[in-house]
């Protein structure tokens, strides 16, 4: 899949680069302000666990840059004629700038490069990230425990 490395969202420049292990920390402590805060009415988020799935993947993931500032992360996967968003975070001082929205409207335009017909996502119930997502277009199509599993279906 081919992803631009640069866009432009109301004139603030991002930039996109393949994640590094030197990013571990700056990736955690987005998720301890990001997800964590949602994952921890149900359990207890654990830094163990984040090591064994960064360290085991952290390649697949793409930083998010203003400069040389990280500000983000996605990542996203082929699998069974979909295209998964695997996570898409933004660093809360950059929320609502619209660089959100510009990615799932990029991960569409993947999904129909790659012809692909759905693009599949999970959210944690109580996590507001699912009105974002629904206002994208996305549908819950099932619930396990306390995750949602959102589709859309791409033209």
């Avoid at 680069?17 to 571990?24: A, E, F, L, S, Y």
């Avoid at 004629?81 to 929205?101: E, H, R, T, W």
Wanted: charged share 30%; aromatic share 16%; glycine share 4%.
């Amino acid at each position: 899949m081919k992803i631009k490395n640069k866009f432009f969202i109301n004139n603030i420049e991002i930039k996109k680069r393949t994640c590094q292990i030197t990013d571990r920390k700056f990736i955690l402590d987005l998720l301890k302000k990001t997800l964590f805060p949602y994952v921890s009415k149900y359990y207890k988020p654990s830094v163990k666990l984040f090591d064994e799935r960064f360290y085991q993947d952290y390649k697949e993931r793409k930083i998010l840059l203003r400069g040389t500032r990280r500000i983000g992360f996605f990542q996203i996967k082929k699998e069974n004629q979909k295209l998964i968003i695997n996570g898409l975070f933004v660093s809360p001082a950059y929320q609502s700038k619209g660089i959100g929205k510009y990615l799932m409207n990029y991960f569409e335009e993947i999904t129909k490069q790659e012809k692909l017909k759905i693009i599949e996502l999970q959210v944690w119930d109580n996590n507001p990230a699912k009105y974002f997502y629904k206002k994208c277009g996305y549908k819950v199509v099932s619930r396990k425990k306390h995750k949602y599993t959102m589709t859309k279906n791409i033209n």
